[in-house]
């Protein structure tokens, strides 16, 4: 197994800035894998040319070839066959702060007078069958990692993960431990090893999720980079 260096994250804050308060996660609905893009209950829509990447696999691990849809106000995910575990990537671009506190989809040099900048990007896991075996994430610059398959756990139970940023562990990440209904609820926060337990709250669709800023040193154009990042699972299996 590859030696992970843990990754002390000094500096890096949970931010609620209009650039990056919405989240991304995936949905089943009407037989479809929905892209959504919004916080808690909110379900916005958003340009389907922002997502970046999509990726499935099977319960091996092995890459299923996936296409993206992309509708007028949203994307539609559409793998070749089931896929055991799916991965979706969203750059949601520059913003910039002016004076008057709005923000500008663009990079601070062409925001005179910008007070913050920042580029955004989210990211979502979701694992559909039990016994999956997980791929390699390097796609997920920000990804939490279930340490046990999540659709054995069950409601009520506490689910062991890990948070890499950037491939290494990442100490002192908050996790949110039921976006869709608690988005500002806080449920545990990475230890050094980018550990953490988190409860399952749902007999339906968890969403655990995080949200971190980084900042960068001699970029002309965004001051931080902030990352969103989902893990979604059902907490009890689907019967007729």
Known sequence: MQHLKP?????????????????????QRRGNIEVIYGH???DNAFKAQKISGAWAYDGAGKMIP????????????????????MAVA?????????????WVNAGRSKVPGAIESTQ???????IYQPGAK?????????VIVPEVDPLTVGPGQSLPVRVLLDGQ????????GDYRSAPNTLSAETDKEG?????????GLNVIAAQIEVPLKDNPDVATRGLFTSLTFLGEAHHE
């Open 90 to 102: 969203l750059d949601n671009g520059m913003w910039s702060q002016t004076a008057d506190k709005k």
């Open 134 to 142: 997980l791929p390699a994430l390097n796609q997920l610059k920000l």
């Open 7 to 27: 990754l002390a994250l000094l500096g890096l804050l949970l931010v609620a800035t209009q650039a990056s308060a919405h989240g991304l996660w995936t949905e």
């Open 195 to 203: 550990r953490a337990q988190v409860l399952v709250r749902n007999e």
């Open 66 to 85: 996936v296409s993206v849809e992309r509708l007028a106000d949203h994307a539609r995910l559409k793998p070749l066959k089931t896929p055991a575990v």
């Open 169 to 176: 562990p990442a100490a002192g990440v908050k996790l949110v």
């Open 40 to 42: 808690g209950a909110e």
């Open 120 to 126: 955004t990007f989210k990211y979502s896991l979701a």
